[in-house]
C-alpha cells in the first residue's frame, strides 16, 4: 500500500472516496473543516443525509454517500470514532480497518482518509497506516469460488492522508508510515502462519518460516531437530512430542547489536508456544473444543513476526526467540497419564491430562531461556482456556512478579492499543500441581487454571524477570470487528515491538541481571517516546 501527504485542503483532494473520521456530536458547532468544506460544496446535504441516517459520529457507525460529481471524490465516508473523552489511537485504528473493509466491498483501489487532530499527526498517522493495511487482511486462498477475477482484483493500493492545518509534513511522519507498514506487515504475515491449517503448518513448515524471518532481517537462525532437543535432555518437550509422526523442530533466532559493546548487554528473550496442532493428546479434546486447535502456535507467530520488525528496529541490546515446535497427538508412541518426565532443569512431573501440554514444552524452553541470562523473558502462549473463561476474546492475561518488567510490557501494550490485564500468580494455587510421585504435576484443579499454569511455567524461570502473556482467547476473533476479521488476529506482535521500542529508548541501561530487579518501571520517558511513533 502506498501513502502519500496532501496539505490541508480535503475536499480538493478528490479520489475515489473521501473518508472523514468524526467524534460524537462534530456534526454539530465542533465540525472539523474537511466535513464544513465537503458540506458546503454539497449545499448543507452532506449533514442533512448524515441526520436522516441518524449518523451521530458513534464508534461502529458509518456512512457512505456517492456526490454524484457534486465533489471532487466519488464517495464520502463518514466515519465514527465515539465520544471525545475515549479516543486513542486503537480507536482510529479500528475506524481505519472498517474503511479499509468498506473500500474493499467497493472494490476501491485509492482513497483518501483526513487525519483527525484527536492524537499528534505522527501517532494518528501511524493508527491508520495500520488500521488500512491490517483492515484489507484477507484469507482466502483455499477458497476456488468466487471467480478468478475477484481474485485478482488489485486491492486498495494507494492512500492520500490529509494532514491537520499545520502539521509539518518531515521525517517524523514519514517514520511513522515506515513503521506502521512494518508492523502491520509483519501482523499480516503472522495471522497468515495462524490461519494456515495444521496440515499445512506442521513443525517444520514453522522452522521453515523462522528462516524466512531471518534471512529477511538479517537474523542468525539455529534450527535443531529430535537429536538436538534430546541432546539439551528437554525431556518435557520430547514427551509432548513423541505422539507425533511430524518431527519437532527447535527454533532459535538472534538479533545481535553491531556495536559490540550493544551486544554484550544483557539481551531480551521472547518466547512462543509453538503447537502446531493440539488435539488433547490421549487426554483427547472433544471434537468441538478441538476445531480451533491450529491456533495453538500463535504465540510463536507472533514472536516471529515481532523479530522480523526488531530486525529493522536496530535496538542497541541483543534479542532472542526460542520455540519449541512440535504437534500434540494420540497414537501408539504418545506420552501417557501417569507418564513422569524429567525436564531439562531435573524437576520430574507426573502426567495428569496430556492436554495440558503447553506448559511442559515451555517449561524446557523457558530453562533454555534462562540460560542465556537475559534481562527479561517474555512468553506469549495459547495456554489456557481458563484464562478465555476470565477474560474474554478480546484481553490477554499478563502474569508475573517482577512488578517493573510486568509495568513495561503493560505501558507497551497501552501505547500499541492491545489490551492487556493483568493476573495474579499467586502461590495459595500451589497446591494445586502438588504430585504424590513427582516434583510435581501437570495439571491439578480446574478453579484458576489459568494462574496454575502460570505457576507451572514460573518453576522453569528461576531470579529472572518474566512476564507470561496468556494468549488464547484474543489469539483468534470471533467476528469482523475494526481490522480484525474472524480468525487469526497476529495479537502480541505490536506489544513486543512497543516493548523493545521503548526499552531501546530507555536511557537505562541493564548491563546485568542482577541490576534489572532495580528497574523502575518505563513509564515517562519511555511514553514520550511513542507520543513520537
Ligand atoms: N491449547 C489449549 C488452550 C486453549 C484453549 C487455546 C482455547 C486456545 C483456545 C491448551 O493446551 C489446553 O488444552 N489447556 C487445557 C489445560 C487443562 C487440561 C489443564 C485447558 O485449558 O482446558
Ligand atoms: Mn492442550
Ligand atoms: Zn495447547
Given at each position: 500500500m502506498n501513502f502519500s501527504f496532501v496539505p490541508g485542503d480535503a475536499v480538493r483532494a478528490g479520489g475515489a472516496m473521501l473518508v472523514i473520521p468524526l467524534l460524537d456530536?462534530?456534526?454539530?458547532?465542533?465540525?472539523p473543516a474537511a466535513l464544513v468544506d465537503a458540506d458546503k460544496a454539497l449545499d448543507g446535504k452532506l449533514r442533512a443525509a448524515a441526520t436522516q441516517e441518524g449518523f451521530k459520529g458513534k464508534a461502529d457507525q458509518s456512512l457512505v454517500l456517492h456526490t454524484l460529481g457534486r465533489l471532487q471524490a466519488e464517495r464520502v465516508m463518514l466515519l465514527g470514532l465515539g465520544a471525545r473523552a475515549r479516543t486513542t489511537p486503537e480507536v482510529l485504528r479500528l475506524a481505519a480497518g472498517r474503511a479499509a473493509k468498506m473500500a474493499q466491498k467497493l472494490k476501491l483501489t485509492e482513497l483518501t482518509f483526513v487525519v483527525p487532530e484527536t492524537a499528534p499527526a505522527p501517532v494518528a498517522v501511524r493508527a491508520i497506516v495500520e488500521g488500512l493495511m491490517l483492515g484489507v487482511y484477507k484469507f482466502d486462498r483455499y477458497k476456488t469460488t468466487g471467480g478468478k477475477e475477484e481474485k485478482k482484483a488489485p486491492g486498495l493500493g494507494a492512500v492520500r492522508l490529509v494532514l491537520p492545518q499545520g502539521a509539518s509534513q518531515g521525517a517524523e511522519l514519514e517514520e511513522a508510515v515506515e513503521l506502521g507498514r512494518d508492523v502491520a506487515q509483519a501482523t499480516n504475515w503472522a495471522r497468515d502462519l495462524v490461519n494456515e491449517p495444521a496440515n499445512v503448518v506442521h513443525p517444520d513448515r514453522l522452522a521453515q518460516a523462522a528462516q524466512e524471518v531471518a534471512k529477511a532481517a538479517g537474523l542468525k537462525a539455529t534450527i535443531g531437530g529430535r537429536r538436538e532437543i534430546e541432546r539439551l535432555r528437554m525431556g518435557m518437550f520430547l514427551g509432548v512430542a513423541q505422539g507425533s509422526a511430524h518431527e519437532p523442530k527447535l527454533i532459535h533466532l538472534s538479533y545481535v547489536p553491531k556495536n559490540p559493546k550493544d551486544a554484550r548487554r544483557a539481551p531480551v528473550a521472547l518466547v512462543g508456544k509453538a503447537?502446531?496442532?493440539?488435539?488433547?493428546?490421549?487426554?483427547l479434546k472433544p471434537a468441538d473444543s478441538m476445531v480451533e486447535m491450529k491456533t495453538d502456535m500463535a504465540g510463536s507467530a507472533a514472536v516471529l513476526a515481532a523479530m522480523r520488525v526488531i530486525g529493522e528496529l536496530q535496538p542497541p541490546f541483543p534479542v532472542h526467540a526460542f520455540i519449541g515446535a512440535c504437534e500434540n497427538m494420540p497414537s501408539g508412541t504418545a506420552y501417557r497419564p501417569g507418564d513422569i518426565l524429567t525436564s531439562r532443569l531435573g524437576k520430574t512431573v507426573e502426567i495428569t491430562n496430556t492436554d495440558a501440554e503447553g506448559r511442559l514444552v515451555l517449561g524446557d524452553i523457558l530453562t533454555w531461556a534462562v540460560e542465556h541470562k537475559p534481562a527479561a523473558i517474555i512468553d506469549l502462549a495459547t495456554l489456557t482456556g481458563a484464562c478465555v473463561i476470565a477474560l474474554g476474546n478480546y484481553i490477554v492475561g499478563a502474569f508475573g512478579d517482577h512488578d517493573a518488567t510486568v509495568e513495561q510490557v503493560l505501558s507497551a501494550a497501552k501505547a500499541a492499543g492491545e489490551e492487556l490485564w493483568r493476573m495474579p500468580v499467586t502461590e495459595l494455587q500451589k497446591d494445586a500441581l502438588r504430585s504424590e510421585v513427582a516434583d510435581m504435576k501437570n495439571s491439578g484443579e480446574r478453579w484458576g487454571g489459568a494462574i496454575n499454569a502460570a505457576l507451572f511455567l514460573k518453576e522453569f524461570v528461576g531470579d529472572t524477570p518474566w512476564v507470561h502473556l496468556d494468549i488464547a482467547g484474543p489469539s483468534t476473533s470471533p467476528k469482523e470487528r475494526g481490522y480484525f476479521n474472524?480468525?487469526?488476529?497476529?495479537?502480541?506482535v505490536r506489544t513486543l515491538v512497543e516493548f523493545v521500542r521503548q526499552r531501546a529508548a530507555s536511557p537505562e541501561q541493564e548491563p546485568a541481571r542482577e541490576t534489572a530487579a532495580a528497574a523502575r518501571p518505563a513509564k515517562g520517558k519511555a511514553r514520550s517516546k511513542t507520543a513520537r511513533a
Open positions: 456530536g462534530d456534526l454539530g458547532d465542533s465540525a503447537i502446531t496442532f493440539d488435539s488433547g493428546g490421549l487426554s474472524k480468525g487469526a488476529t497476529g495479537v502480541g
